[in-house]
């Protein structure tokens, strides 16, 4: 028992001392701030709409007319297909045309190409930039093509023709690129074209003929158009027409365009020749005129240039003298008997 007391004695002062120790530091510690606890807001679904990519429509050429036969090679393919109207010609594709036969693409209404017989190309590239226009790369493998193109300077387009490495460029023109024998040859029939190889660089402009020799590597003298160019030129105009009104009915379903009614002109346009007219003669002086009543009058003429001259007074010339007579022998008169003179009266 008396353990048991010793150790109460000794258990309850320290205790009691570790409470108050306890007491002591809970008081020390400082007082909590109380802050602003944040309302927990419930999430909502944003949704954020990410930007479509503007693709640009993909360009490319169309058949419009055939005559013969034309094969088309798509890119990727070596097996030649035969060529359809209405066909779609994209970037890589092959063309060839054989004997007697030609084809004609259009781009737009405006932008026209003509494969004639022989010929082999490629459309190297076909692409729109960003001011809605495009570029268009050719490449003539063998034989003639021939381009109308539409004015290109406000689109800021390009429109080329390689031939050989000669690349032909414009900027809206109608020209024919030949790629035969060795030889690169341009004929501009309206606008300008520039021939580039390398270093070596040639404007061709309207109704000039340019050749860049592939063996001798430098152009030849340049020279104007002949007739049968001209003819060829003209023979073309008249199938573009003819091709461009079979896209028109094409692009519309089948059903040709109504006719574009014409406003009469307000008055005939037509060219006044400029006639020189030599200048006018003095007029000539006006003569007094006798009139029957004896009074002089001046005679007047409303056309001084075929007014004839009224008859001159008749002036007093002295009488001519008779002309003498030759003498000629006559028989010997008789003596005249002389008369006595007359006396005169006397009143």
């Known amino acids: 028992m008396k353990k048991l007391i010793w150790l109460l004695v000794l258990i309850v002062p320290i205790s009691l001392s570790c409470k108050k120790k306890s007491a002591e530091v809970e008081m020390k510690l400082p007082t909590p701030i109380p802050t602003s606890t944040?309302?927990?807001?419930?999430?909502?679904?944003?949704?954020?709409?990410?930007?479509?990519?503007?693709?640009?429509?993909?360009?490319?050429?169309?058949i419009e007319d055939i005559k013969g036969t034309a094969l088309i090679i798509p890119a990727g393919s070596t097996i030649p297909e035969t060529a359809e109207e209405g066909e779609a010609v994209e970037t890589?594709?092959?063309?060839?045309?054989?004997?007697?036969?030609?084809?004609?693409?259009?781009?737009?209404?405006?932008?026209?190409?003509?494969?004639?017989?022989?010929?082999?190309?490629?459309?190297v590239d076909l692409s729109p930039n960003t001011i809605h226009g495009f570029s268009s790369r050719i490449e003539l493998i063998l034989g003639n093509i021939l381009s109308e193109v539409e004015k290109l300077n406000e689109s800021k387009s390009s429109f080329e023709i390689e031939a050989?490495?000669?690349?032909?460029?414009?900027?809206?023109?109608a020209f024919e690129v030949q790629n035969r024998d060795g030889n690169v040859s341009t004929s501009t029939y309206h606008g300008v074209v520039v021939m580039k190889k390398g270093a070596h660089i040639q404007t061709v402009r309207t109704n000039d003929h340019s050749t860049f020799s592939l063996k001798q590597t430098h152009f030849l003298p340049q020279r104007s158009l002949t007739l049968a160019e001209k003819k060829r030129y003209k023979v073309w105009q008249k199938t573009k027409?003819?091709?461009q009104q079979k896209r028109a009915i094409r692009m519309n379903n089948g059903v040709p365009p109504?006719?574009?009614?014409?406003?009469?002109?307000?008055m005939n346009k037509r060219p006044t020749k400029i006639v020189k007219h030599k200048p006018l003669a003095k007029p000539?002086?006006?003569?007094a005129a006798i009139t029957p009543g004896g009074k002089n009058k001046k005679a007047v003429n409303s056309r001084p240039l075929k007014q004839k001259q009224a008859p001159?007074?008749?002036q007093s010339r002295p009488a001519a003298k008779p002309m003498a007579r030759p003498k000629t022998a006559t028989k010997p008169s008789k003596p005249?008997?002389?008369?006595?003179?007359?006396k005169k009266k006397k009143n």
């Open 258 to 266: 109504a006719p574009v009614k014409k406003t009469p002109p307000l």
């Open 92 to 123: 890589g594709d092959n063309l060839l045309t054989k004997e007697d036969s030609e084809i004609t693409l259009a781009l737009n209404d405006n932008t026209l190409i003509h494969i004639p017989a022989d010929s082999q190309i490629r459309v």
């Open 312 to 314: 001159a007074r008749i």
């Open 336 to 342: 005249s008997i002389k008369q006595p003179p007359k």
């Open 241 to 243: 027409t003819a091709v």
């Open 284 to 287: 000539r002086p006006f003569h």
């Open 164 to 173: 050989g490495g000669v690349v032909c460029g414009v900027r809206g023109t």
């Open 38 to 62: 944040p309302i927990a807001l419930s999430p909502t679904a944003v949704t954020t709409e990410e930007p479509t990519p503007t693709t640009t429509p993909s360009l490319q050429y169309s």
